[in-house]
């Protein structure tokens, strides 16, 4: 695939610790479990570019450490994040107890406008061990004005699904002009000029379209 790409956009994966967001991370680059996965120490990262909406997009994947030893170094990384993945284990009611922090977190210090996408992970071990029910996470996502979906780092359902129904909201946003990409701390940049040039004609058209004193 070429390495051209329309926008960058900032992700983050947040959530507890053991909660499986470096396999989801794993899965998602190289389409298969990682099975010694050890906690992640401060900050991992990733990338890769996929089609979103008929657009190249470059997800710039920053994996966040879930222990709390490591919070203060993890929550700069928040600063800036046009998206996040908040993972909780579904086999784990502590992990599902935790998410209101992490929201918290993530809308405080990445900003009110960040697209998030709660993650139920272990979705293969839903039948036996599920501590958390669909249900019960879904009401919460719908509260808080979250997109949800279970998904399985082990299995790879929905792992895909997951990045991309976030990364198409974001686009969304970019495309209502809910989001200004060129806005510092957006979490988005632009991949090509040409894109640029159409975003800088449309915000004229609408500047013009809006003012009330043209000739």
């Known amino acids: 695939m070429s390495d051209s790409y329309d926008f960058l956009f900032k992700f983050l994966m947040t959530g507890s610790a053991g909660t499986g967001k470096s396999c989801l991370l794993h899965q998602f680059m190289e389409n298969k479990f990682k099975e010694d996965s050890s906690h992640t120490i401060g900050v991992e990262f990733g990338s890769k570019i996929v089609n979103v909406g008929g657009k190249s997009v470059k997800l710039q994947i920053w994996d966040t450490a879930g222990q709390e030893r490591f919070r203060s170094v993890t929550r700069s990384y928040y600063r800036g994040a046009a998206g996040a993945l908040l993972v909780y284990d579904l086999t784990s009611r502590e992990s599902f107890n935790a998410v209101g922090r992490w929201l918290s977190d993530a809308r405080t ?33 719908q509260e808080n004005d979250l997109m949800f979906l279970e998904a399985s780092a082990k299995t790879g359902a929905n792992v895909e699904e997951a990045f991309l129904k976030c990364a198409k909201s974001i686009l969304a946003k970019i495309e ?22 159409l975003h800088s004609q449309q915000q004229q058209t609408r500047w013009q379209a809006d003012c009330p004193c043209r000739l």
């Open 109 to 141: 210090l990445a900003g009110p406008n960040i697209s998030i996408l709660l993650v139920g992970n272990k979705k293969d071990l839903g039948d036996t061990e599920r501590e958390v029910t669909f249900l019960e996470a879904s009401r919460f996502a």
């Open 176 to 197: 209502t002009g809910e989001i200004d990409p060129e806005r510092m701390g957006s979490g988005i940049k632009y991949g090509d000029t040409g894109l640029r040039r």
